[in-house]
């Protein structure tokens, strides 16, 4: 991949703050040095694309709640509309300049103006996802996920919004035709459908894709479609039903559009990446990318004798060779059996991944590298431990509880403790019990697995998160609520400020738990503190530099 000028931007942006931070070294908390692990990242998971009259690219970002400008040419990034109006699973620009656009999590489709006012269309539709304009104006929009109807918008907001069908199988990312019929992908079957908005008809003009994501008519009116499941951008005839590949990329791809001339872009979660495809060659081109979409929380093991960090990354579950820097992706979102991974734990010979916003629960084989169990239906399921029969411990987060889970027996789950406030974190100790950060009551706590017992470890915390126990003992925890990180002594209870200012707290909406994307902290044996940053997408590392 090209060192695009965004890259270089944020890395000189970066290397400026941390010359200034370690400028004031007489403050204890500047005895560690901030280092960087991975590269920049562009986005919080990129989705819609879209490119307006003037060229103007734009994409968004759900769990980073903005919509961005891209340079096509050179990948240099700016934001375009940030939080919290900003979400966008999909956008589009209407036949007057209005930009219209759906925030999926937060259930609300906004417009803005050419003149730059911003309002709200339509409120109170969850998994709202997809939108296109009509050439004459009309507005349409889907609910996907967390819904599954079609409804047109009033583009002034004075209407509510009107539903047109629903039960129709995931009807993403879509787009109008010549013939005035909008064309559009049906998730959960794999197929491109053609619907009459008019008469409320659906039929369907081709089979036989993996998931299909989004389908775009290029201006000289031929259909392409992409399959985020085999990393496909399709050729279509929506006659005949026939199909032709035209690239592929590496799967997760999400969205497309086409500029005026016919240049085709697409986007990717996994990769944080806009790609330009040439349909004629079939060759691609990154634009734009990163080495990680969202850096949730994060694992250190030593693998035969070899470091290495496990990072749980939303839209992929990888691996980091630390001496090396090598990246290994382990599973990747809708192409591997992964669950949209938000957190991560190595105990006991097992790796077990959560995933909050999908409810799942995935148990690995460290040794073989292997996933053995995954299990669904939790409550927005934080995080993950297996203890040492296999058995797995899960922290619920909005339930306040912690459950015991045999994978061979998933359905049985029994609750070892209630009451706990926003159970966010879990590390397994060597007594069998288990330590556990409360993000909402500020404190860690240690908990009996068989009895439930829970005694408070550490309190007075502000937004505890990831964490982790030093060679000394000592706790290693991130305050995210007071961007640093502190070592606390759970003996005295003694706290020593290891370094502020932070680039932690990723702020989400008011529907989700305030953690949003954890903040990860490991701790390996030569003392060196890892921890992923929510707001950059990005490892970090923090060195002891032996300054007083």
């Known amino acids: 991949m090209r060192r695009t000028a965004l890259a270089v931007g944020v890395t000189a942006m970066s290397a400026l703050l941390l010359a200034a931070c370690d400028e004031n070294k007489d403050t204890p908390a500047q005895r560690y040095s901030l280092e960087e692990v991975t590269g920049p990242s562009p986005f919080h998971g990129i989705h819609g694309i879209t490119v307006e009259k003037d060229g103007t690219m734009l994409a968004g970002s759900v769990i980073g709640r903005s919509i961005y400008k891209i340079d096509p040419e050179t990948g240099a990034t700016s934001v375009y509309e940030g939080p919290p109006k900003g979400m966008a699973d999909d956008l589009e620009q209407g036949p007057d300049g209005t930009l219209a656009w759906t925030a999926f999590i937060d259930g609300k489709i906004y417009a803005r103006k050419p003149d730059g006012t911003v309002t709200m269309l339509a409120k109170g539709l969850p998994g709202i996802n997809s939108i296109a304009w009509t050439d004459d104006g009309r507005l349409f929009a889907t609910q996907v996920f ?4 079609l409804y047109e918008i009033d583009p002034t907001g004075k209407k509510p919004a009107r539903k047109i069908m629903e039960g129709m199988g995931g009807l993403n990312g879509f787009d109008f035709g010549p013939d005035g019929k909008l064309y559009g992908p049906l998730w959960d079957k794999g197929e491109i459908a053609r619907v009459d908005v008019d008469k409320a008809t659906l039929d369907v003009v081709a089979t036989g894709f993996g998931i299909p994501a989004a389908a775009n008519f290029s201006p000289d009116g031929t259909l392409y479609a992409v399959d ?4 496909e951008v399709v050729r279509v005839d929506p006659a005949g039903g026939s199909k032709e590949v035209v690239a592929k990329v590496k799967p997760s791809i999400d969205n497309l559009a086409f500029d005026n001339g016919g240049n085709l872009f697409i986007t ?10 040439d349909t004629r060659s079939g060759k691609s081109r990154t634009v734009v990318s990163g080495p990680l979409a969202l850096a949730g929380g994060i694992a250190r093991a030593n693998e035969s004798g070899e470091d ?31 669950d949209y991974p938000l957190n991560v734990a190595v105990a006991n010979g097992h790796v077990t991944v959560a995933g909050l916003t999908s409810g799942a629960v995935q148990v690995f084989d460290q040794e073989a590298g292997k996933s053995i169990a995954l299990m669904h239906g939790f409550i927005t399921p934080s995080s993950a431990i297996a203890m040492t029969d296999g058995r797995i411990v899960v922290a619920e987060y909005a339930k306040g509880r912690l459950l015991m889970v045999d994978p061979e027996h998933s359905d049985a789950r029994t609750e070892i403790v209630t009451g706990l406030e926003g159970p966010e974190n879990m590390m397994a100790t060597g007594d069998g019990s288990i330590y556990v950060s409360e993000t909402e009551g500020g404190v860690i706590s240690r908990i009996d697995p068989e009895t439930g017992k829970r005694t408070v470890l ?11 126990i030093a060679p000394d003992g000592k706790l290693i925890i991130a305050e995210v609520g007071a961007k640093r990180i502190v070592a606390v002594d759970p003996e005295s209870g003694t706290k020593e400020v290891l370094r502020d200012d932070l680039p932690i707290g990723l702020k989400g909406p008011a529907e989700v738990p305030s953690s949003y994307v954890p903040t990860g902290v490991s701790v390996g044996p030569d003392g060196d503190i890892y921890f992923s940053s929510d707001i950059d997408a990005r490892i970090f590392r ?3 530099t032996g300054a007083s």
Not at 458 to 468: I, N
């Open 458 to 468: 550490v309190a007075d915390l502000d937004a505890p998160e990831g964490f982790d």
């Open 228 to 231: 985020t499941q085999r990393g």
């Open 542 to 544: 923090l060195k002891e």
């Open 268 to 277: 990717n979660m996994a990769d944080n990446a806009v790609i330009a495809v």
């Open 146 to 149: 967390l819904g599954d109807a």
């Open 308 to 338: 290495v960090l496990y990072i749980a990354d939303g839209f992929a579950f990888r691996k980091l060779h630390l001496a090396s820097g090598r990246m290994e992706e382990i599973a990747r979102m809708w192409s591997g059996n992964i």
